[in-house]
């Protein structure tokens, strides 16, 4: 095997490496982030009956934009001639994007005892998730490597 072949190898091995731990990290925070949103959304009266304020709906959901926003992360530091300045648009527009679905949540009415402190909460599950994944990519897929 060249030097050079070796070299990427251990290189891609790293990212990789970087890339599951910023998710690992990422997920268990704002999974404890969005723990703490729903129980105070629920002790300022949504009902215990909106689906999306269950663990079992918000948790996989928080993994899924971590990972999501991980790879995109990645691929914005390897592509862009100037990552930071596409991620200082790229970031804020995708998390305003992400609450279409939610604001829809609350015009249709589509989810048992949906209301817009659902609502509210499932907005700000998303911003917690933005606020806690991107400083950890920061951290583990720093934009100058």
């Given at each position: 095997m060249t030097?050079?072949?070796?070299?990427?190898?251990t290189s891609g091995g790293r990212t990789g490496a970087a890339i599951a731990l910023a998710v690992v990290v990422a997920t268990a925070a704002a999974g404890i982030g969005n723990t703490v949103?729903?129980?105070?959304?629920?002790?300022a009266g949504v009902s215990d009956d909106f689906p999306p304020l269950w663990p079992s709906a918000y948790l996989p959901s928080t993994l899924i934009?971590?990972?999501a926003g991980a790879v995109g992360w990645h691929i914005v530091r390897r592509r862009a001639g100037d990552p930071a300045a596409v991620l200082r648009w790229l970031v804020p527009t995708v998390v305003a994007v992400s609450?279409?679905?939610?604001?829809?949540t609350g015009i249709?009415?589509?989810?048992?005892a949906t209301s817009w402190g659902g609502?509210?909460?499932?907005?700000?599950?998303h911003l917690?998730?933005?606020?806690?994944a991107v400083p950890?990519?920061?951290r583990f897929l720093p934009l100058n490597a």
């Open positions: 030097d050079t072949a070796r070299s990427t190898r949103v729903s129980l105070i959304a629920r002790a934009g971590v990972l609450l279409i679905p939610d604001i829809a249709t009415g589509n989810q048992p609502v509210a909460a499932l907005m700000s599950m917690v998730v933005a606020a806690v950890v990519y920061r």
